[in-house]
């Protein structure tokens, strides 16, 4: 049976370590893009595709609703930087939002509320989405990775400033964020204090709507 010499073997594992190391390696490269034209696709930005384009799209209407009365009361709390829409089910919501934005020149980044969504760091990641969604020259991917896990109390709020902070930096001309069906996150969720903190520390030419069946927990 033939041996290999000591010295091979170390010099051996050492280079199946350091080939181990360049695929991890490369293997991170791709996540951020940097084999894809540096994220880049015809000119616009990539993210990883992993959320549905429906979770961060406003419905498909065949033709814009027009509520001019409506329309005019958005118009004029175009200043407010938050807009809260309250309506049982099937009064029209969504169709108001999604029928307003699509005939502004403002870009949208919207988001559809889910259960999953009570997680901070879910909803963080949705919305992030939705801006790059809207936001199609900006690269957003970096954020993906961006969020830690709160452990609660003080550091849990500094930790959602970071985040809306970081975000912040990508957003300089007027956008609306809407959140469609807030009523679907838990009541008892920490994801209201991050809500609150998105709010605070998003630049006043973002302004927020969110739309419910009834009203957010005040705390």
């Known amino acids: 049976m033939t041996q290999i010499p000591e010295n091979d073997s170390r010099d051996f594992w050492a280079f199946l370590e350091f080939y181990k190391f360049l695929l991890i390696f490369r293997a991170v490269l791709l996540y951020c893009g940097y084999f894809r034209g540096n994220g880049r696709r015809g000119g616009k930005f990539l993210m990883k595709p992993s959320i549905s384009i429906s979770k961060i799209s406003p419905p498909d209407l065949p033709r814009i609703v027009y509520r001019y009365h409506l329309f005019d009361l958005l118009e004029k709390n175009r200043d407010k930087k938050l807009i809260l829409v309250l309506g049982q089910t099937a009064q029209g919501k ?6 307003y934005v699509q005939q502004s020149k403002i870009p949208s980044a919207w988001v559809n509320l889910g259960q999953e969504d009570s997680d901070p760091v879910n909803l963080f990641l949705a919305v992030v989405h939705a801006f790059q969604y809207a936001l ?21 709020m500094l930790l959602y400033r970071e985040w809306t902070s970081a975000l912040s930096e990508y957003i300089h001309s007027p956008i609306r964020c809407i959140l469609d ?3 679907q996150l838990a009541y008892d969720s920490p994801v209201y204090r991050f809500l609150q903190v998105f709010v605070d520390a998003l630049p006043p030419h973002a302004q927020i709507f969110f739309l419910s069946r009834g009203m957010p927990p005040s705390s």
């Open 94 to 99: 969504t169709t108001l939002l999604a029928s």
């Open 136 to 156: 199609k020259d900006f690269d957003f991917s970096l954020l993906l990775s961006y969020p830690s896990i709160p452990t609660g109390g003080r550091e849990e």
């Open 181 to 183: 069906g807030l009523d």
